[in-house]
């Protein structure tokens, strides 16, 4: 978020410092991992709109870029029938008339042969879907915004803030900054650096696996789309980077950013590599490597865009509740309108802060 908040910052000609306490593309937060899922399908009409919006800011970026950055594979949705979410998915998207597909389970072999998926089956398939490859997209972000003019500072660590003046003032690894707007965009450690908000942030741990397939040329993106089981909660990718990714999208053991145990859950391996050869059962699948992230999610898994209470000119970005990444381009676009104009033309009154406080009253 923060890497594309500085890309439309520096592109709207507004000198603009990106703070990263790492190394840039690093791996202990939450946006590593060789590819996110990128979709139109959502249970509420304002994310169906978000996404819509998002793809030319994406298409945009790509054109900039040396390497392809997002891949339209399509995304296929299913369960068993009765599922009451799929339904929901589906009826949304027909509400709003957007073109989805339903395929039988024999239709989806036809389409993608590696994919067997039980009779009583329920399927949703969305073209406008597919993978972004998340490292290049960030790098790409940052890359553009300092030929934009940007600056970026990585290893230095934002110990603090002061947001009691109408200047915001960082005390940090690298000494004291004082700027004219702020944008707080913290990843899991947003109970952290925000703490005089005390919001209401679960941050889980999360784990993706990769398998390689026997013939890998049948699981590439095109041959497969992404795909995600809404049964299970289990997802997966087609053979990008080392292998088929997997994941449970289903919120991990509870945990915080300084403290996350890295180490690999092999029973959830086992299970995603069962789940994987059971809907496609020709291949064998070998496992190769498995990697640790988090999500921070708020309580209804909307964001928080808004901004600080306190102080009109801090913006806070976080609880990105596992779903962000798509987005990610324009949320760094609404984070330099509401930087630059105090508004934005988006739709973000869902992710206002007071919510919370009226949940609670
Ligand atoms: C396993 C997994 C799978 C996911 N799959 C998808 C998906 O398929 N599709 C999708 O749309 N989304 C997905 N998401 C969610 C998405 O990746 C996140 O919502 C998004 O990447 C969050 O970005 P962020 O900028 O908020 O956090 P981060 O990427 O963690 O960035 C926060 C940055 O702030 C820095 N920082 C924090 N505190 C300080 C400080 N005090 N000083 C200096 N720097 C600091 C951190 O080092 C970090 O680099 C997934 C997430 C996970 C974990």
Known sequence: MGSAALYHLARRGIGAVGIEQFQLGHALGSSHGFSRIFRDIYEHPDYIKLAEATIPLWQELDSLAADQLMHFTGLLYFARHGNQKIAQRIGVMEALGRSIECFTPQEVTARYPAL???????????????????????????????????????????????????????????????????IISPGPWAPEILEDLSLPLQVT?????????????????????????????????????????????????????????????????????????????????????????????????????????????????????????KFSTLVGKILADLAADGATKYPVERFRLDRFEKAQA
């Open 116 to 182: 067997h998926l039980p009779p009583d089956t329920v399927t949703c398939f969305t073209a406008r879907a597919g993978l972004l490859i998340v490292g290049r997209c960030i790098l790409e972000h940052l890359e553009q915004a300092q030929r934009a003019g940007a600056t970026v500072q990585e290893r230095v660590r934002v110990h603090r803030v002061d947001i009691s003046q109408e200047t915001p003032l960082l005390e940090t690894s690298a000494g004291q900054m004082r700027c004219d707007r702020l």
């Open 205 to 325: 741990r999360q784990q993706e696996f990769y398998f390689r397939p026997e013939h890998r040329d049948r699981y590439k993106p095109g041959q497969l789309p992404v795909f995600g089981d809404m049964d299970t909660k289990f997802y997966g990718f087609p053979d990008y980077g080392p292998g088929v990714k997997t994941a449970d999208d289903g919120l991990g053991v509870e945990t915080s950013a300084s403290e996350v145990d890295r180490t690999l859950d092999l029973d959830k391996r086992d299970e995603l590599q069962a789940w994987l050869s059971s809907i496609m059962p020709d291949s064998g699948f070998s496992y190769v490597e498995g990697t640790t992230c988090m999500y921070t999610s708020t309580p209804d898994r909307d964001f928080i865009i808004d901004a600080h209470p306190g102080n009109a000119n801090v913006l806070v970005a976080a609880g990105f509740s596992g779903h962000g990444f």
